[in-house]
């Protein structure tokens, strides 16, 4: 049942630029907990460094604000102590996909049950816009002295080779369409990757928000053309499911591969990839060690009242014993 968003809204101030697409990502978060109707105290918010990174301050759940780049290692460890939980990661590019890159891929690896969104804006904007890893090469924002001299990430492929079986693009001026790709984020059982374009207004000057609503060309009528546009509108279909043909497989991760490529006069949005056939890694984990499904870490006693250490790890090594 729906809760009332104001239930996930905190007291602390948003400080983001005015017209920073960091808003209408927050909005779409804080909605999509309401329509799922997600506990607040089931759900846990982990971030990195960054503007992106106060996110955890302004939704009313458990929140934590990690480290640079580590955010998914404290996303994991919350996940794989604590199944139960909701958990959502939030980072910028930076963040995310520069120190943090190792932990991208790993996390990919693992297939955790986590949802991890990227506010992509090609720039480190909290520190003052030096070019990100997503910015294209030979690209120069007003906050560079000279063209990008490194080649961009392609964050969509990236997460593909990785092993994310769920990667999304949304649009943070789009907040319906958003909302409906990070409910189907969360739904998704195993490592659900969203990369969200973020225009900001105070270091990008070319990927704003006229930008990616076509302002700067329009047609014979004077109407703007959008570069974004939804993959749901043309019937494009994502999911690998159970005994899919590989052969189809092949053909969807062909077109995986040419929608996330697509960039410059139509920028696609929405789920670009789900794969239903893989396990995640708690389910792997209860397989290997039966006591993890029915007591996970944090839900064992570990001292009385007295603080005395109650567990007992007998069994626990006898799962680890080499025979």
Same mark, same amino acid.
């Given at each position: ?23 209408g ?5 804080? #909605?999509?907990?309401?329509? #799922? ?65 190792g932990?991208?891929v ?54 593909? +080779? ?5 990667i ?50 329009k ?6 053309l959008?570069?974004?546009?939804k ?62 499904? +029915? ?7 570990? #001292? ?20």
């Amino acid at each position: 049942m729906a809760l009332n968003v104001q239930a996930y809204k905190t007291e602390v101030h948003n400080n983001w630029c005015p017209g920073c697409g960091d808003f209408g990502i927050l909005n779409s978060i804080q #909605m999509t907990f309401s329509q #799922m109707g997600l506990e607040p105290h089931r759900v846990a918010l982990f971030s990195g460094i960054g503007c992106a990174a106060k996110t955890a301050h302004y939704v009313n759940v458990y929140g934590t604000h990690t480290l640079h780049g580590r955010v998914l290692s404290f996303a994991t460890g919350a996940k794989l102590a604590n199944p139960g939980l909701t958990v959502v990661a939030v980072g910028g590019d930076g963040d995310g996909l520069g120190i943090g890159s190792g932990h991208f891929v790993n996390t990919g690896r693992r297939n955790v049950d986590i949802t991890y969104m990227i506010f992509n804006n090609g720039v480190y904007g909290l520190t003052k816009g030096q070019a990100s890893p997503t910015l294209k090469l030979g690209v120069q924002t007003k906050s560079l002295p000279q063209p990008n001299i490194n080649e961009g990430v392609n964050p969509a492929l990236l997460a593909f +080779s990785a092993g994310y079986t769920f990667i999304a693009r949304g649009y943070a001026f789009d907040i319906p369409h958003l909302i409906q790709v990070v409910r189907q984020g969360i739904e998704h059982k195993g490592s659900a990757f969203i990369d969200v374009l973020q225009p900001c207004p105070t270091y990008n000057n070319l990927n704003t928000k006229d930008w990616y609503g076509g302002l700067d060309r329009k047609d014979g009528n004077g109407k703007a053309l959008p570069r974004v546009y939804k993959l749901s509108d043309e019937g494009y279909d994502p999911v690998i499911k159970p005994g899919t043909p590989a052969d189809e497989a092949s053909q969807k991760i062909s077109k995986f591969i040419g929608k996330s490529l697509e960039w410059g006069e139509r920028i696609p949005i929405g789920v670009l990839f789900k794969n239903e056939t893989t396990s995640n890694y708690g389910e792997r984990l209860a397989k290997r060690f039966p006591l993890y499904q +029915s007591e996970p870490p944090a839900l064992r006693e570990i #001292m009385d009242a007295k603080g005395r250490p109650t567990a007992d790890l007998t069994s626990f090594f006898e799962e680890l014993r080499v025979t």
